[in-house]
């Protein structure tokens, strides 16, 4: 599913539909695209719906922010900063996170390579080429193990 956004009230407004899709057992999202594609920013929007606990800043140099929300911990991880060893640092948490009931976001998955479980849904998010406010926001649900997750999704950016 690929969701245009014009600026960023869609954007919002495509982050409230996707926490208000979530159910209580949370989710995995896995996040790629460019530097400034819109990662962060979509990710600021869920977690401004949530309500969380604590200020929301990019993780890009502490690696891992926590929050709590009434639904279930949330954890943002941007790994773009990881070096290989970095890496080895966090493992332990991003398996137990993918584990537990909660939502995880990870920017740069693509650094994390075989930790990153399978079932994940990944957000990837690009520029349009015509319109600097412009970007498109795809979902995709690799091994179909988030299809319920998807469809109320759909359902609610439609009305
Ligand atoms: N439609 C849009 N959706 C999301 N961000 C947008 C949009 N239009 C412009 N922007 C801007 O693009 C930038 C995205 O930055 P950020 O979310 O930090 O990117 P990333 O995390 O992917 O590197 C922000 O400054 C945001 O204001
Ligand atoms: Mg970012």
Same mark, same amino acid.
């Given at each position: ?27 995995? =999202? ?31 140099? =502490?690696?891992?922010?926590e929050y709590k929300c009434e639904l279930f911990p949330i ?30 976001? &990870? ?24 319109? =600097?406010? =412009? ?21 609610? &950016?439609?009305?």
């Amino acid at each position: 599913m690929k969701i245009k956004t014009e600026n960023l009230q869609d954007t919002k407004n495509l982050a409230n539909a996707f926490a208000s899709s979530l159910c209580k057992k949370g989710l995995f =999202v896995t996040l790629t695209g460019d530097i400034g594609a819109g990662k962060t920013q979509f990710i600021r929007y869920v977690l401004e719906f949530l309500k969380v606990d604590k200020k929301i800043t990019s993780p890009s140099f =502490v690696i891992l922010n926590e929050y709590k929300c009434e639904l279930f911990p949330i954890y943002h991880f941007d790994l773009y900063r990881l070096e290989e060893k970095g890496l080895n640092s966090i493992i332990p948490e991003l398996r137990q996170y993918s584990k537990d009931n909660a939502l995880t976001f &990870i920017e740069w998955a693509q650094f994390a390579h075989d930790e990153i479980p399978k079932s994940s849904l990944r957000i990837n998010v690009e520029y349009d080429e015509d319109n =600097v406010d =412009v970007r498109w926001f795809e979902f995709i649900d690799t091994e179909n193990k988030n299809e319920a997750f998807l469809k109320e999704l759909a359902k609610r &950016i439609k009305s």
